[in-house]
């Protein structure tokens, strides 16, 4: 199974700052990584497919990068409906796998 | 709109099973695997297997194989996740998901991506 890393796994930031979280894979799952955004009690919800891709309806202040095992996923001017727990999936195999989450709170 | 509309919470003894249904809305049921995913209690996401509409076509976590088992009506557009043998830390919400397929014209590329999720079902599993 490929196993997913996420750094940090919590990060405290304020309300118009960039932040980047990232996501290791243990081995190359070429541009097949995907990010979600969950938010309490709720379902996560897609923001990036293809590493790179915006989903519909997600605004571009969200950037995501990165192909073979190392990928990053950038906020640049954080809102306070951003702060949330953030998902990173791969897609290039089965079984598909998540990486731990990062809780991104408000300082 | 595309939908997913999930059975509501189950509250299961040890040992027992549970069958959770997903009904699909708004798109060609046929077209797109489902996926499940729980989440147990402040936990992250654990995904446990997917199935084609077909019923062709399944793949399963392995720590899952031989207690979960998927299926499909198509006349009803509807899913199933049927998890057997309940241990007290299967207490989890579950989440069917759409994998959605989109090519990407300028490398050639398909990725695969969860694109619509059900709001989940609770299962809690007691003594």
């Known amino acids: 199974d490929i196993q997913l890393t996420q750094s940090p796994l919590s990060l405290s930031a304020s309300v118009g700052d960039r932040v980047t979280i990232t996501c290791r894979a243990s081995?190359?799952?070429?541009?097949?990584l995907n990010w979600y955004q969950q938010k309490p009690g709720k379902a996560p919800e897609p923001l990036i497919y293809?590493?790179?891709t915006l989903e519909s309806g997600v605004p571009p202040r969200f950037s995501a990068s990165g192909s073979g095992t190392d990928f990053t996923l950038t906020i640049s001017s954080l809102q306070r409906e951003d702060f949330a727990i953030y998902y990173c999936?791969?897609?290039?195999?089965?079984?598909?796998?998540f990486g731990q989450g990062t809780r991104l709170d408000i300082k | 709109q595309v939908q997913l509309v999930q059975s509501g919470v189950e509250v299961k003894k040890s040992g027992a099973s549970v069958k959770v249904s997903c009904r699909a809305s708004?798109?060609?049921?046929?077209?797109?695997?489902i996926n499940w995913v729980r989440q147990a209690p402040g936990q992250g996401l654990e995904w446990l297997g997917s199935?084609?509409?077909?019923?062709?076509?399944?793949n399963s976590a392995l720590k899952f194989q031989g207690r979960v088992f998927l299926t499909t009506d198509s006349s009803t557009n509807t899913a199933y996740m049927e998890l057997r043998n309940l241990r007290f830390d299967d207490t989890a919400m579950y989440y069917c998901?759409?994998?959605?397929?989109?090519?990407?014209?300028?490398?050639?590329?398909?990725?695969?991506?969860?694109?619509?999720w059900g709001p989940g079902t609770l299962v809690t599993v007691s003594s």
């Open positions: 998901v759409r994998e959605a397929l989109d090519y990407d014209f300028a490398t050639g590329l398909n990725h695969w991506y969860f694109d619509v």
């Open positions: 708004g798109y060609t049921f046929s077209s797109f695997a």
């Open positions: 199935i084609r509409a077909n019923n062709i076509r399944t």
């Open positions: 081995q190359s799952v070429d541009k097949d």
């Open positions: 293809g590493a790179s």
């Open positions: 999936q791969q897609s290039y195999n089965h079984p598909r796998t």
